[in-house]
């Protein structure tokens, strides 16, 4: 969905989440994630620099960085932020004007798609549809809920919403 909105709505730009998970094989620095130890990662959350974070069951965290909102900002864009329910939850409370989506594969085809990519341990596949069940209860509090169960329709929708949400915003501010 991600991909879907920064190709078919040109204002959106990524927020490049923060990670202390090691770096995979063609993954760059501040272009996929920004690789932090857990020691800068530590350092930074004490000096308020996380928007938001979020500690995941198998020990990495990640998080969005205000500094990434400050660059999209200086360059005209709207930030795009791909979070964890958490995090999404945080960010609707400190940002006002925030819209946030939830978007819900059903579990049968979000297990198959995590083990087609083959990155995460079987042990890790089990707990990341724990997780997924879980946060499924807590869908109701988003703005928005997308059922992903054709990608290429859930990714009109989604920009449907957006572009809609932008329209109403610039509304909103030529007033």
């Known amino acids: 969905m991600v991909q879907a909105l920064l190709e078919r709505v040109p204002k959106l730009r990524l927020a490049v989440s923060a990670t202390t998970r090691p770096r995979r094989p063609a993954e760059e620095d501040g272009v996929h994630y920004w690789f932090l130890s857990d020691a800068e990662f530590d350092r930074r959350l004490a000096a308020g620099e996380f928007l938001e974070y979020h500690e ?30 958490n995090g999404s939850l945080a960010v609707s409370e400190a940002v006002p004007n925030a819209v946030t989506l939830f978007v819900d594969a059903p579990l049968p085809e979000l297990e198959r798609r995590l083990r087609a990519r083959a990155t995460e341990s079987a042990g890790e596949i089990e707990e990341r549809i724990a997780l997924a069940r879980e946060q499924r209860e807590l869908a109701g509090r988003f703005d928005h809920v997308v059922a992903n169960d054709d990608r290429e329709r859930a990714a009109d929708e989604c920009v449907a919403i957006v572009e809609r949400e932008l329209a109403a915003a610039a509304s909103m501010a030529c007033r």
Do not use: H, M, N
Request: charged content about 30%.
């Open 56 to 85: 995941f069951p198998w020990g990495q965290r990640s998080g969005t960085l205000r500094s990434e909102l400050e660059r999209i900002a200086r360059d005209g864009g709207v930030p795009l932020l791909e979070l964890e329910l």
